[in-house]
């Protein structure tokens, strides 16, 4: 667990947008402005300041209380979000598998046929997939992507277009996807969670705020790719 804390730490405090970093992790953790505000004994408005970049880069001291504090209460709740992250941490790199891959489309397809393709399961915004047209897709690693990238690197996951759908997987509950989509500084057209029954509650509110249409399949991984390789 120190080792987590360790690299979430550093990851703040390297980063260009402390605040982001923060924000992000918040979010994945699933705790609110006002819980943490509580639990750190501090006004929600600050949070607010420190995650907009309104107020100066917190300090060490700072990072610290954040991240004890947001570890705790994931603790009371039963720690499943750690232990998830500690797994992928200590396992991911040993697949010897990218933390993602970039496809790009000859033709562009239609959003609705690119749902069909992969036997997808609209869970949110099929007004918005509608009128969408998917030039390539990006498979992601839900956690490796968040352990492993800053969100200033982000912008690598979309290759030379932006018109793209973004499938993940390694995920439990569709939660942290989203916060990657959410906090990242330029968007995809399409979200897609494989091998997910119940999507979580807070990733289908991000997706309808980001007005991203999200997508659920139970194709394995390589039967998505090899399903797109031949459109």
Do not use: C, H
């Not at 703040?12 to 923060?22: K, L």
């Not at 309104?54 to 990072?63: A, H, M, N, Q």
């Not at 690693?141 to 793209?164: A, C, H, W």
């Amino acid at each position: 667990m120190d080792q987590l804390k360790e690299r979430i730490a550093g990851e703040i405090a390297m980063s260009e947008s402390p605040g982001s970093a923060m924000k992000k992790w918040r979010e994945l953790f699933g705790v609110s402005q006002i819980e943490l505000a509580k639990q750190l004994k501090i006004a929600a408005s600050t949070i607010s300041d420190y995650e907009s970049n309104r107020r100066l880069s917190p300090g060490v001291g700072v990072i610290k209380r954040f991240i004890d504090t947001i570890f705790r209460i994931d603790e009371d709740r039963g720690g499943s979000l750690i232990r998830g992250l500690e797994n992928t941490s200590n396992a991911g790199k040993d697949a010897g598998r990218p933390a993602y891959n970039i496809k790009d489309f000859t033709t562009p397809i239609d959003g609705l046929d690119f749902s069909r393709i992969i036997d997808g399961k609209i869970v949110v915004n099929l007004n918005y997939l509608e009128n969408t047209r998917v030039f390539g897709y990006t498979m992601l690693d839900s956690i490796r992507v968040i352990l492993e990238m800053s969100p200033q690197e982000y912008p690598k996951l979309f290759g030379n277009t932006t018109e793209r759908a973004f499938i993940f997987d390694n995920v439990s509950t569709g939660r942290s996807p989203m916060v990657v989509v959410r906090v990242a500084p330029i968007k995809p057209k399409v979200v897609v969670i494989q091998g997910v029954n119940n999507i979580d509650k807070l990733a289908v509110k991000l997706a309808q705020v980001e007005r991203i249409p999200l997508i659920t399949t139970k194709l394995s991984m390589e039967e998505i790719a090899s399903r797109l390789t031949k459109v």
